[in-house]
């Protein structure tokens, strides 16, 4: 029955065709009580979830105020492009998700032909985004979502960010945004391990290297729904909180308090999250044998700004 509620929603057309709310940062319209089941309530401003229809994926991830950057039409892809970012439903879950897709070969970073040991296929905010979906000195932002990773994903002793906390660019020769503040990276350790780490990277000038604040077998996560609730208390004197939890079971994976933190970067114009897979494959392609093609899942995204 919920398949023909959502069979019908889909026949009519998405409940919304763009997020509410105003490019200002103005609230948008309260969500109503609990749905009946297949239809969908309205979205609020800084909210994205997937309706079913990949062909409009993208539309829906900007008319929500969100972007993106997929490798669409990298290498091979130039003569037969392939949407990077599409739909399916899940049935854990019992809704429309987001699928990921990250290729070994023929993906790259933006095509950028002087980027040549890396990929990427990610959906984030940035400068063209609402105003209440980007953290200034002094506020907090309140960041949501579900994510899956596949089971029996391979990892290099390289980087692979399925989420990254960074500054906006002002385009500035000297502003600190090069580096994330915050990044969640699946990696394999010397000893063959596989972990989901959490690390955070303070600005250029204090020199603090990578800060573990969190370190979690990967194995938990593979294969499984889960749930982040992320708190940015942005400014130099800034705030990290961080709650990830399973959704089978309600095991709590991972927690991060962090009451005083530097959450700022120097020349920045806003602090703003990104989410997908954005992986290294080594010089020359040589981590490429460690990895396979793989789809991560995302769901329920949100992104509003909260009291602190």
Request: some cysteine; charged content about 25%.
């Amino acid at each position: 029955m919920k398949r023909l509620f959502l069979l019908a929603s889909l026949l009519a057309g998405p409940v919304c065709p763009a997020c509410s709310g105003s490019s200002s940062g103005g609230p948008g319209p309260e969500l109503a009580g609990p749905s009946e089941p297949g239809i969908e309530t309205p979205l609020r401003e800084g909210e994205l979830r997937a309706d079913g229809n990949t062909e409009g994926t993208y539309a829906l991830i900007t008319g929500c105020g969100y972007n993106y950057e997929t490798p669409d039409m990298s290498g091979a892809h130039a003569e037969a492009p392939f949407q990077h970012i599409r739909q399916s439903y899940d049935e854990t879950l019992a809704s429309y998700v987001f699928d990921f897709y990250i290729h070994v070969e023929n993906d790259d970073d933006r095509g950028k032909p002087n980027i040549t040991d890396r990929q990427r296929n990610e959906i984030k905010t940035d400068a063209k985004s609402p105003a209440s979906m980007v953290g200034q000195p002094g506020e907090e932002l309140l960041i949501r979502w579900k994510f899956r990773l596949p089971e029996g994903m391979q990892t290099t002793k390289n980087f692979c960010h399925v989420h990254q906390i960074k500054g906006i660019d002002n385009a500035s020769a000297t502003a600190d945004v090069g580096n994330p503040l915050i990044t969640f990276t699946a990696r394999t350790l010397s000893n063959g391990k596989q972990e989901l780490q959490v690390i955070y990277v303070g600005p250029t000038s204090a020199a603090t290297g990578n800060v573990y604040l969190a370190r979690t077998a990967l194995s938990e996560f593979l294969g499984e729904w889960v749930e982040a609730e992320e708190h940015i208390g942005c400014g130099t004197e800034g705030s990290y909180r961080l709650v990830v939890k399973r959704l089978s079971d309600g095991k709590e994976l991972i927690s991060v308090w962090e009451p005083s933190l530097d959450m700022w970067r120097d020349g920045a114009t806003g602090m703003r999250p990104k989410w997908g897979i954005y992986r290294s494959f080594g010089a020359g392609g040589s981590l490429k044998p460690e990895l396979r093609d793989e789809i991560l899942l995302f769901a329920d995204f949100s992104v509003e700004k909260v009291s602190r």
